[in-house]
């Protein structure tokens, strides 16, 4: 029973691993490894279009403003993913 609940645990860890990378990817267009506030704004407004939401750029440029924790004008992966998991934490 352990090992399977150890089993259980490393998949969901790999999972969510894969899903943050995933998020980076998508939003990385031409993939140089970081993520640049032209792609950022693109993307969001591809996803706020997809969810049938108003796009807002004011709020999009705000969110990359704060995940650019080195204040580099670009966000690298570990930026975006501390984003992500900032956003899981903020829906519990």
């Known amino acids: 029973m352990k090992k399977i609940i ?3 645990t490393c998949t969901l860890f790999a999972f969510s691993a894969q899903a943050e990378w ?3 990817k998508a939003h990385d267009l031409d993939k140089d490894g970081e993520v640049s506030k032209e792609e950022w704004t693109t993307k969001r ?3 706020a279009d997809n969810k049938g939401k108003k796009y807002n750029e004011k709020q999009a440029m705000k969110t990359f403003k704060k995940a650019d924790t080195d204040d580099s004008g ?3 992966q570990e930026e975006v993913e501390a984003l992500q998991a900032s956003w899981k934490k903020n829906k519990k």
């Open 6 to 8: 150890t089993l259980i």
């Open 22 to 24: 995933d998020m980076f």
């Open 45 to 47: 407004q591809k996803v």
């Open 74 to 76: 670009t966000l690298s």
